[in-house]
């Protein structure tokens, strides 16, 4: 697939509403596992936990606007893809990453209720760059580059998975907006779309700002943290997470990608990781592991 533009603008559209899209692990045929939400309700909450605890700063900028303007700038990333040919519509490789994220998904109320609303979706962009994210409500999205350039198993999958999927549970991008000031232009540029005032130029000001937030390094602590428990319930191996940064610090070099750039992949990091693992095997030991497992990229 040719590389997807990522430098290019994205334009937001409030009031869309999108069905069922083709990415939804709630689509006909891609219902989750019985066994695993079952397993998921007899879990202990993980609210309970202190990597669980969300920031009242989130709470300034209300959920549902943040959810819903980015499931507007999701559709809109996706179509900009599909029109560059670099949207998968299939293969192996989306094939295994919504069955990583159907493993996952029913343990994620336990942490936000919210998750048990939001429409999950998971898609595939071909760029060699390495990136992955999850965008509030449950956007979730992967670049070929990560999975191709740095030959990943499926628990480093899942590790890479987890924590951005815990970045949406514990609503950092809320929190960031709040913090940033873009709070205000979301909401001046809802006033505008709604005849309130010209200031449309601010609403996809903030609209941009979704995929352009850096977390702070406690933001990262925590989303490494909560991720591998995640991924552990959802019967990934957490040593995974030793081995998944040791590749990110190799791949960076002097000048490290983006997204390593915003994760940085020390030796702090890795410790950090490899002190939690003592109490993440029992998770990982008593959970169901999964029947089916993929390989990176051919290639």
């Known amino acids: 697939m040719p590389g997807m533009d990522t430098d290019a603008s994205l334009t937001l559209f409030f009031g869309c509403r999108c069905h069922r899209p083709a990415g939804s692990l709630h689509s006909p045929g891609r219902r989750l596992f019985t066994g695993l939400a079952l397993a998921a309700a007899a879990a202990p909450a993980l609210a309970s936990i202190p990597e669980c605890r969300r920031s009242r700063a989130a709470s300034l900028a209300p959920a549902s606007y943040v959810e819903n303007m980015a499931q507007q700038q999701y559709v809109q990333m996706l179509r900009q893809a599909q029109q560059q040919r670099a949207l998968a519509t299939g293969g192996v490789q989306l094939e295994r990453l919504r069955y990583i994220a159907a493993r996952m998904v029913p343990f994620t109320p336990a942490c936000n209720e919210r998750a048990r609303q939001w429409n999950w979706e998971v898609n595939l962009l071909g760029s060699d760059q390495i990136n992955a994210f999850c965008m509030p409500g449950g956007k979730i999205a992967f670049y070929t580059g990560i999975l191709a350039r740095l030959k990943l198993d499926d628990d480093e999958v899942a590790m890479i998975m987890g924590h951005e999927v815990a970045h ?130 051919a290639g």
């Open 168 to 297: 949406a549970l514990l609503e950092h991008a809320r929190e960031r907006m709040v913090k940033s000031g873009g709070t205000e232009l979301l909401l001046r540029g809802g006033a505008a779309l709604l005849g309130l005032g010209s200031l449309g130029d601010a609403a996809a000001a903030g609209a941009s700002q979704l995929l352009s937030l850096k977390y702070s390094r406690d933001d990262e602590s925590q989303a490494d943290a909560l991720g591998l428990l995640v991924a552990a319930q959802a019967g990934y191996d957490p040593r995974a997470g030793v081995t998944l940064w040791q590749k990110m610090g190799r791949v960076g070099g002097d000048k490290p990608p983006p997204w390593l750039s915003t994760h940085p992949a020390g030796e702090k990091r890795i410790a950090s990781i490899e002190a939690r693992l003592p109490q993440l095997t029992p998770v990982f030991g008593s959970a169901p592991k999964p029947p089916r497992r993929f390989g990176p990229p």
